[in-house]
C-alpha cells in the first residue's frame, strides 16, 4: 500500500473508491433492469472511467469536472423526463 503524507488523500481516495463501486452497481441494474439501454450504459461507463481517474491522479480538473457531471446528470435527467410524452402527464405518471 502506498504511503501518504496527508491523510485527507487516503480519506478521499477511499471515497473515491466507494464511488466507483456505485457506478458499478448501477451499471449492473441498467442491465438487469433497464434491459441493455445502450446510452444509459455508455454514461456510466463514461462516469466509471472519470471516476477511475480521478481516483488514480486526484487532479482538481478531473475531481471538479466529474462533481460536476454528478450534478449536470440529474439536472439534464429531469429536463429530459418533462420534455417527453404529452405535457404534465407524462412526469406524473413516472412519480405515481
Excluded at 33 to 41: A, G
Excluded at 68 to 93: E, Q, R, T, Y
Aim: charged share 15%; glycine share 4%; proline share 2%.
Amino acid at each position: 500500500m502506498k504511503k501518504y503524507k496527508a491523510s485527507e488523500a487516503r480519506k478521499l481516495r477511499d471515497f473515491i473508491a466507494k464511488l466507483l463501486f456505485f457506478h458499478l452497481l448501477f451499471a449492473f441494474l441498467e442491465v438487469f433492469l433497464y434491459d441493455i439501454q445502450i446510452n444509459l450504459i455508455g454514461a456510466e461507463l463514461f462516469y466509471m472511467w472519470v471516476c477511475y481517474y480521478c481516483y488514480m491522479t486526484l487532479n482538481k480538473c478531473t475531481c471538479f469536472f466529474y462533481v460536476f457531471l454528478m450534478f449536470v446528470a440529474p439536472v439534464s435527467g429531469i429536463i429530459a423526463l418533462f420534455k417527453v410524452g404529452s405535457g404534465f402527464l407524462k412526469p406524473l405518471i413516472y412519480l405515481c
